[in-house]
């Protein structure tokens, strides 16, 4: 794994334009960066992340079967009591799950460590998929890098294979909080891999949702959504009046209601306590186990809330003293400890690997980095190739 200066495309400013990404001259694309990319061998690609990447998965999956099962844990988790049987229900269905990103951390030089999994809302995914092919096409024609680089990139065909396996009747609709311009792009791009795939489809906001008489939601033309496409985490949903009405609506969701357990940072300390010692396992516990004094001894480990966005509320210890910590409104909430696997600094910043997963399936990759050691909302995604 090496980061590679390399010169930006002379075209970067229309390429942003065509695709309505936000560029400045001087700065060029907002949350971009093509100064320099990423360069991984085949063996690292397979081996040190795809691999990985899908036995993480298959362990995830065995949590949430053993969750399903197990009030203690949901109730652990912090998932209301009035979704427990549904969750259920969803998994025992067989209700199919979309797509994920696992964020990693891997510098070749030992096993890639899981630090979270971004399993209900993730975004990038647009970035990844389309953008960053686009720049290895033009940087490859316009000679830029080296002949014959690939991507691990199949991100838009796994995504528009996988929609006609997921139980759609009908028109799909497609919702988010419109106000959050990272969500809307990430449902738009979805929504156009749905239509590839000959799917129906209509897009509201959330809060455009309604309820008839009988109990189902419905859109701004009072017609009946049979499935809801969302991104909007399942934890909002739990906390707010509209989520009371969920498990009786009959609406199928995509993300299903079983990655409500995925989507937890709770779902590091199941994992270790499960599968304790994996080498892509990183040793985490609830902040109230006892057993995470164990960790808290070691004077090195991260402190980080179980349902957070954008790296708030995380703090990273290492040798006994605090080394960042970052603000948000989760201070007050549940946390966990997780041991410290600091990601490997570069010339740029820090690299966090995402390894997208479509239908249980490892096909894309993309790399944020960011100026300190917790990912956050200045982080810039910066592409990759593979060679060799």
């Known amino acids: 794994m090496q980061r590679i200066p ?19 001259a001087g700065k060029g694309v907002t949350g971009w960066d093509e100064s320099a990319y990423y360069q ?28 399903v099962e197990n009030e203690e844990v949901l109730s652990r988790l912090g998932i209301a009591e009035p979704f427990w049987d549904y969750i259920a229900q969803s998994w025992r269905n067989g209700e199919k799950n ?81 106000d959050i311009e990272d969500d809307k792009g990430t449902l738009d791009y979805l929504e156009e891999c749905a239509r590839e795939a000959g799917i129906d489809t209509c897009s509201l906001a959330m809060a455009d949702i309604g309820s008839d008489d009988q109990g189902r ?38 993300e299903p209601p079983w990655k409500m357990i995925l989507a937890n940072k709770g779902l590091l300390p199941l994992l270790w306590g499960m599968f304790e010692g994996h080498p892509n396992l990183l040793p985490a516990f609830f902040e109230d186990d006892p057993a995470a004094s164990t960790l808290a001894e070691t004077g090195s480990y991260v402190h980080k809330p179980m349902l957070s966005r954008q790296g708030a509320n995380i703090e990273i210890v290492d040798d006994g003293k605090t080394l960042l910590n970052t603000d948000g409104p989760y201070g007050d909430d549940a946390h966990i400890l997780q041991g410290y696997h600091p990601l490997k600094k570069f010339d740029g910043g820090y690299p966090l690997i995402g390894c997208w997963m479509v239908a249980s399936k490892a096909v894309g990759l993309c790399i944020r980095e960011d100026k300190t050691l917790i990912t956050g909302k200045e982080a810039r995604f910066v592409p990759h190739v593979i060679q060799g």
């Open 6 to 24: 390399v010169t930006e495309r002379p075209n970067l400013a229309n390429a942003a334009a065509e695709h309505e990404l936000e560029y400045s």
């Open 40 to 67: 991984f061998t085949p063996q690292q690609i397979e081996e040190d992340i795809e691999g990985p990447a899908e036995e993480l998965e298959d362990l995830c999956l065995q949590v949430v079967d053993r969750a």
């Open 98 to 178: 979309l797509y994920g990103r696992m964020d990693l951390s891997y510098n070749a030089d030992g096993p890639a460590k899981l630090l979270e999994y971004n399993a209900d809302t993730p975004t990038a995914l647009y970035e990844t998929a389309v953008f960053q092919w686009e720049w290895l096409e033009q940087a490859t024609e316009q000679k830029l890098i080296p002949e014959g680089c690939d991507q691990l990139n199949d991100v838009h065909d796994s995504i528009v294979q996988a929609f006609p396996h997921m139980g759609i009747v009908d028109v799909a609709h497609f919702a988010c909080n419109h």
């Open 217 to 254: 939601f419905t859109d701004l033309d009072e017609r009946a959504i049979t499935t809801l496409v969302k991104l909007y985490p399942w934890e909002w949903i739990m906390a707010e009046d509209f989520g009371r009405l969920v498990p009786a609506s009959g609406v199928h969701f995509i």
